[in-house]
């Protein structure tokens, strides 16, 4: 019998631990305590398709294909419409496969500052907690000088390198002009504290292999396909909700995923949904958009919730659903004249054949591009006190009371490619140039909540991007920032008819102006008008970052949490939540890194509460 399989008719009635959801952090979690433990029966649940050497998965130039319209290894959440976002509803793409999102992100390597696990003011989840797990996961190929050694690990299943190919003429160029604006060059953006430097960027891509470095193949499935393991995994089934008895979680409740099947018997689909029992643990990771979800079917949430939809309640845990964090991104693009081998492009128009790429890696001389995902530098920054002057008061107010005096804290991320993500079906054949920003930090919360008992209805999803003024000022900064890189960059066209993708600013206006020399230190100016016309932009483009969060907050019940610091969810014994839900706070950076760090800790506790010596 297989390990894993899309029937379940393979699943057995009882194991000791179900974990409900395989993404990053339940990857993790299963596959360390199966490797620790291989008496263990560990299932684990995952909604999505079995992602096994799926082309689009392991190969990381085809990952922006995870994202078209029919996607069998993304799952599409559509929030409600919001006046902030000039009456848009926010697409939220996840993962839709096992592994999760570590299987369709953009693999940047990019990690929190060491103070944001410390803003959790949780008992065990500090920095100095917490480093040993971040070095467990990782084995760290740079070897640049300056890079503080102590705070990488070296020994992981997740490799970390440049990958199989850069732009490096794009990498020079675009790190020279960004010094030109102060923002210096740093050996490691990575490394727990540095909040004002562009760097070079790092991947989780494998430097021999150039395989993702996704948390199923790095992890589960190896133990998956031993002949020693308790470990099961059943694909497109989704978790219905957690059954109870007497304030303890005893198993789930789970159905065929209508929406992913692809061999599962047809018989199935017509059957009640079933129950697999948990001896010892249920673990919800099934990430910030479901997992509460999950709860709120089960009886655990807002008691007002609730008796909306008629579920009784379990355990009034009314944190259950808010809180949910994303940082808000946008991107403007622009024409290059990058030569086309230095361009990510043609591999997004059709002129670079992926599978040939795939077997030109086979080569020992042959292109590595197939191994490459064009984010080749990127950078955190603060502002400068000239550009915080030209801020309101209120956001100067904010800027003091959370960030002045805490130097290591950054307003936002900021990543260059040489190449536009965007639709290429109706432009030019050529090459371009992408900026991106998205927000370390913001103060816009949304909420999700079920409308009816049913797994299969849409959810109230509020994304709450620019909920809150302050987010808005601080993504103009980051446009004027960016702005004064690209006009610095000799592989920008130049002009204003080279911007593909930007605000439109009225003619003859300060900011409508991209002429003038860029090398003697000149800033852009710009009148109320300008300000106004990037507002605008960035209500019509700012989304997702793929980074959602903090729905199941690990914090007090008074203050909103949902699990403490074991992650136990409270008033229910025997269930636990293991996933970037639990964040009480952002972090600032792309989340994978956190998502490993989250199952890597809950794997930690569970370890001891199993009493399994040596983990």
């Known amino acids: 019998m297989s390990n894993i399989s899309n029937n379940s008719t393979n699943i057995p009635d009882e194991v000791d631990i179900i974990v409900a959801g395989g993404g990053a952090a339940g990857c993790t979690l299963a596959g360390r305590l199966a490797a620790a433990d291989p008496s263990l029966s560990i299932l684990v649940i995952e909604a999505g398709i079995n992602n096994k050497d799926v082309p689009n998965v392991i190969h990381p130039a085809m990952y922006l294909t995870n994202l078209v319209p029919g996607s069998k290894t993304a799952?599409?959440?559509?929030?409600n419409k919001s006046e902030k976002l000039n009456n848009r509803e926010a697409i939220v793409p996840v993962g839709g496969c096992l592994g999760g999102g570590s299987s369709i992100n953009f693999m940047m390597y990019t990690r929190g500052q060491g103070i944001d696990y410390d803003d959790w003011k949780t008992e065990g989840w500090t920095q100095k907690d917490l480093l040993p797990l971040l070095q467990k996961t990782e084995t760290f190929h740079r070897t640049d000088p300056g890079i503080n050694k102590a705070v990488h690990g070296y020994e992981g299943p997740f490799h970390v390198s440049d990958g199989g190919y850069v732009s490096k003429n794009f990498q020079d160029d675009?790190?020279?002009?960004?010094a030109e604006t102060g923002l210096k060059e740093v050996p490691d953006a990575n490394n727990l504290s540095e909040a004002n430097g562009m760097q070079k960027w790092p991947k989780w891509i494998h430097p021999t292999t150039g395989r993702r470095q996704d948390a199923a193949h790095s992890l589960l499935h190896p133990i998956l396909e031993s002949n020693r393991t308790g470990l099961q995994a059943l694909t497109e089934h989704k978790v219905v909700k957690v059954l109870t008895s007497n304030g303890r979680a005893v198993g789930v409740e789970y159905a065929p995923n209508l929406d992913t099947q692809t061999a599962i018997p047809g018989t199935e689909v017509l059957d009640a949904p079933k129950v697999v029992k948990a001896r010892k643990y249920v673990v919800l990771s099934s990430g910030a958009l479901s997992t509460p979800c999950i709860l709120e079917r089960s009886g655990i949430g807002s008691k007002a919730v609730l008796d909306k939809v008629g579920i009784p309640v379990v355990s009034e845990v009314p944190g259950v659903g808010t809180n949910y964090m994303d940082h808000n991104l946008f991107l403007t693009a622009y024409n290059s004249n990058l030569p086309e081998h230095e361009?990510?492009?043609?591999?997004?128009?059709?002129r670079r054949d992926f599978m040939a790429e795939v077997e030109e890696f086979s080569k020992e001389d042959g292109s590595k591009r197939i191994a490459w995902n064009a984010m080749d530098v990127a950078g955190k920054f603060r502002p400068t006190e000239t550009e915080l002057a030209t801020t309101?008061?209120?956001f100067r107010e904010l800027w003091k009371r959370d960030y002045e005096s805490r130097p290591e804290r950054p307003l936002m991320v900021t990543v260059f490619g040489p190449g536009h993500v965007g639709d290429h079906s109706m432009l030019p054949v050529t090459q371009y140039m992408t900026a991106a920003i998205f927000l370390s930090y913001p103060y816009g919360r949304g909420s999700i909540h079920i409308t009816s008992p049913s797994v299969n209805d849409k959810p109230d999803f509020d994304c709450g991007i620019l909920s809150n003024d302050w987010d808005l000022e601080a993504l103009v900064l980051g446009y004027k920032r960016n702005r004064e890189i690209v006009r610095r960059m000799k592989s920008?066209?130049?002009g204003a008819e080279s911007v593909l993708l930007g605000p439109k600013f009225r003619e003859g206006s300060k900011g409508s102006r991209w002429d003038y020399p860029t090398a003697n230190g000149a800033v852009t100016e710009y009148d109320p008008e300008d300000d106004e016309a990037i507002k605008h932009f960035i209500r019509d483009v700012v989304a997702t970052t793929w980074h959602s969060c903090g729905t199941c907050a690990m914090k007090p019940l008074e203050?909103?949490?949902?699990v403490d610091g074991k992650l136990n969810v409270y008033g229910i014994e025997g269930l636990k939540v293991a996933?970037?839900?639990i964040m009480p706070s952002n972090v600032s950076g792309n989340t994978y890194s956190t998502a490993l760090l989250v199952g890597e800790k809950a794997a930690s506790i569970l370890a001891e509460e199993l009493g399994i010596e040596g983990f």
């Open 75 to 79: 799952t599409f959440h559509l929030a």
């Open 174 to 178: 675009c790190v020279r002009a960004a």
């Open 343 to 350: 361009s990510f492009d043609p591999f997004l128009d059709g």
């Open 392 to 394: 309101p008061e209120s």
């Open 492 to 494: 920008f066209v130049g």
């Open 559 to 562: 203050d909103g949490g949902v």
């Open 579 to 581: 996933d970037l839900s």
